[in-house]
């Protein structure tokens, strides 16, 4: 790492770098995203070794091999199709590495570090909270874990002319499931989408990132209560009767509405849903509208553009 580049990076987080941004791929043909915020990790560290030898008072110390840590960042739902693809194949079964870069910008553009990654695999999307009276600003959170990082001084200036950032609400969202009124669900609590993955380590010293299997939260719904009935039938065929074999599992969707709510952005397809609780939603005052909480656990969740899967 060249001291110019420590320096700079140091600074990293300091007003003096107005932007970051997302680079996937390299040369002419990468692919740049603006990030909202900032973002965390992306540090090359190593693990400090003690050795304790006879005669001492004290263990000696080395460094072992670098590590590099995960990249968390957010991500709005405008980003390019190469970024969303990356994500939505994260869910699926065969996940796919990118290299790429994290850039830190100044007001003006102008790149002032790079940390280039390799091999770069997607560990967890997080889903915000989806609330129907919420006003704030919607994003992804996406953590990745590269095989390497290099972070040096940057270059040049950042074109940005084809990046166009379109807001999207936490509350802009519309839930669906086969057989239930969903109309009135007003929130939706934020998960996570997680892939578990391996290290393998060559003789070399080489580090590789193998995929494992993807694991689907639970899905903690609120709606009011006047709407529940199909919900409470549901559990209590599913749950108290034992109708919950494959057959009586259901599909829906959850999707990414436009300002105006007519358009939707994108989706999140749910399979195999089952409802494993329902109850009354513990009150705030006598003048709240009676709601209930349902928690639904599903064996796969595919994120899809508008209009759903392929």
Same mark, same amino acid.
């Given at each position: ?161 084809? !990046?166009? /950032?379109?807001?999207?609400? =936490?509350?802009?969202?519309?839930? +669906?499931?086969?057989? %239930?009124?969903?109309?009135?669900? @007003? ?98 005052? !006598?003048? /709240?509208?009676?709601?209930? =909480?349902?928690?639904?656990?599903? +064996?796969?969740?595919? %994120?899809?553009?508008?209009?759903? @899967?392929?």
């Amino acid at each position: 790492m060249h001291d110019s580049a420590l320096t700079l990076a140091g600074k990293r987080g300091l007003a003096a770098q107005g932007h970051f941004a997302l680079r996937l791929g390299t040369g002419s043909a990468a692919d740049v995203t603006l990030l909202p915020t900032g973002f965390d990790g992306g540090t090359v560290f190593a693990d400090v070794i003690s050795v304790l030898s006879g005669g001492l008072q004290f263990a000696s110390k080395h460094l072992g091999p670098p590590k590099y840590e995960a990249f968390v960042m957010p991500l709005g739902l405008s980003m390019s199709q190469e970024l969303f693809e990356w994500i939505a194949g994260s869910w699926g079964a065969q996940p796919e590495k990118q290299d790429g870069a994290v850039l830190a910008l100044d007001y003006n553009l102008g790149i002032q570090t790079e940390s280039d990654f390799s091999g770069a695999l997607i560990t967890e999307t997080t889903i915000p909270p989806l609330d129907a009276s919420s006003k704030e600003a919607g994003y992804l959170t996406v953590r990745f874990q590269p095989e390497s990082i290099d972070l040096h001084a940057g270059a040049g200036k950042l074109s940005l002319a084809a !990046s166009k /950032q379109k807001l999207w609400r =936490t509350s802009n969202f519309r839930l +669906e499931i086969d057989g %239930l009124d969903a109309s009135k669900v @007003s929130r939706i609590e934020s998960f996570t989408v997680k892939r578990e993955f391996t290290v393998e380590t060559s003789g070399s010293g080489g580090v590789a990132l193998v995929a494992g299997r993807a694991e689907f939260p639970n899905l903690t719904i609120t709606l009011s209560q006047a709407s529940s009935n199909t919900w409470f039938d549901w559990h209590e065929s599913f749950v108290v009767q034992g109708n919950n074999t494959d057959g009586f599992e259901r599909n829906g969707a959850i999707s990414f509405l436009s300002t105006d709510m007519k358009k939707e952005l994108s989706r999140i397809d749910l399979h195999h849903l089952g409802i494993v609780r329902v109850a009354p939603s513990k009150g705030k005052g !006598s003048s /709240q509208i009676a709601r209930v =909480t349902a928690e639904l656990y599903c +064996e796969e969740m595919v %994120l899809a553009p508008a209009g759903g @899967s392929p």
